[in-house]
């Protein structure tokens, strides 16, 4: 049972699949990515212990995925002692759906380098946590995804602004937000981690990528890293996913800076960035990765077989039954191919697809990643509705 079926989870339930499973896809809408390539579906609201302990009972599912942020994972102890194997495990489920559970154990318990970071739960709180570390300062809510709520405050007359739109983005029925120092970082990469039931911790090679609004517009793999500074992440990916638990796929974000490596926040599940690896860029995408992981497959190992890129494809305005021009002239490019997610409407930035490029191992990352930029501007979404 698949709980949140985005984009993400559509290529998951693929790769699933393709291993015999059978899927359930939830969501709180219907006609949702993921739940157009599963076998069945449920729309309910996730944040209702009730209807999601109704629809567990009824389907009674030998795995649940947790996809969202959204859910009350609370419920997820119980799920496990009913036997059912939640991914990548119950506590892991509920420490990074929350950043605050998160942020305490890998800077608290587990002594890994991050930000200067306070907590806030109303404005003024938020006030004194942005002078407590400094201006300028990042503020995110502590449940959101794809970087919704998450700000820079420049000013002090920033704060106002800042606390609104984190509770526009929060999800879920927090208030609270993290506040944290800005670090001076030369590049941001995700380092995708698979833990496994039956075997070693597995790393794929860094993804570099650039945000705007809180959200990715492009990823690129391999990303440049000095050897040492890459060791230092893998040790502290290997700490804080062991410290959670559990099999599969995990999306660990980093800065990079001139004095060393900073642990930003980890999601336990395929990551947006990661959606690179479905140029070619490793022998097995990380949706195929995290399928083994999960369902206890061997993973032999993690080839590098291509360089690659993706970018974005977004959405500028409101309507339903979006229709796609450009697909041609993508297409038309060498080495590219395109995903179009299927989402059934329409809003301001919504991503609706990805633009993939690829060459060769030891061509030019730059080259692959600017290629991926000016095709992805070549395609236009208009909702017909």
Known sequence: MLLGSGELGKEFVISLQRLGQYVIAVDAYND??????????????????????????????????????????????????????VVPSAKAANFTMNRKAIRDLAAKELGLRTANYRYASNLEALRAATEAVGIPCVVKPLMSS??????????AADVDTAWHYAQHGQRGDQTEVIVEAFVKFTAEITLLTVTQQHGPTLYCLPIGHRQERGDY?????????????????????????QALGGAGIWGVEFFLTEEGVYFSELSPRPHDTGMVTLAGTQNLSEFDLHARAVLGLPIAEITHERN????????????????????????MQ?????????KPTTRPYRRMGVVLTYDRPGTNVEEIKQRAIALAKEVKVKPSH
């Open 32 to 85: 949702a990515p993921a739940q157009q390539v599963a076998q069945e579906r449920e729309v309910i609201n996730m944040l209702d212990g009730e209807a999601l302990d109704r629809i567990v009972a009824k389907h009674q599912p030998d795995i649940i995925v947790p996809e969202i942020e959204a859910i009350r994972t609370e419920r997820f102890y119980d799920y496990e002692k009913q036997g059912i194997q």
């Open 334 to 342: 060498p080495k590219t191919d395109i995903r179009l997610f299927g």
């Open 217 to 241: 517009q492009e990823s690129w793999q391999p990303a440049a890293i000095a050897p040492d500074h890459l060791l230092v992440a893998q040790d502290m990916a290997a700490k804080v996913t």
């Open 146 to 155: 794809s970087g919704k709520g998450q700000s820079v405050i420049k000013t």
């Open 308 to 331: 690659g890129a993706s970018a974005v494809i977004l959405a500028d305005q409101e309507g339903s039954h979006p229709v796609f021009t450009g697909v041609e002239k993508v297409l």
